[in-house]
Nanobody, 122 residues
Framework: QVQLVESGGGLVNTGGSLRLSCVASGSVASINSMGWFRQAPGKQRVFIAGITTDGNTNYADSVKDRFTISTISRDATKNTVYLQMNSLKPGDTAVYYC?????????????WGQGTQVTVSS
């Protein structure tokens, strides 16, 4: 199993920055990608950014050029993924969830953190 713990959310003014962190522990050697999703009130959870174990990144158009995802593999038992968020807008307000995946296709097994609230005031 994989456990994910997020941190770094909070309240920020428009134009401000935040950095979210997510520590993955457990069977981290089996992880092949990690990422961030967000869910605004009354809306579905949507993909924001992802990174594979070989460093390839992908972003939603809504955050491209403002958000940056990165990861550090500390050892065989822990892996940390970051989301640097700049030029924040009120529309970025949501609960942000860390995601880790192992397997692929029909064998894809996702894991989720508990979420961290990000609120951007106008």
């Amino acid at each position: 199993q994989v456990q994910l713990v997020e941190s770094g959310g909070g309240l920020v003014n428009t134009g401000g920055s935040l950095r979210l962190s997510c520590v993955a522990s457990g069977s981290v050697a089996s992880i092949n990608s990690m990422g961030w999703f967000r869910q605004a009130p009354g809306k579905q959870r949507v993909f924001i950014a992802g990174i594979t174990t070989d460093g390839n990144t992908n972003y939603a158009d809504s955050v491209k050029d403002r958000f940056t995802i990165s990861t550090i593999s500390r050892d065989a038992t822990k892996n940390t993924v970051y989301l640097q968020m700049n030029s924040l807008k009120p529309g970025d307000t949501a609960v942000y969830y860390c995601n880790a995946n192992r397997g692929a296709g029909v064998l894809l097994e996702p894991f989720w953190g508990q979420g961290t609230q990000v609120t951007v005031s106008s």
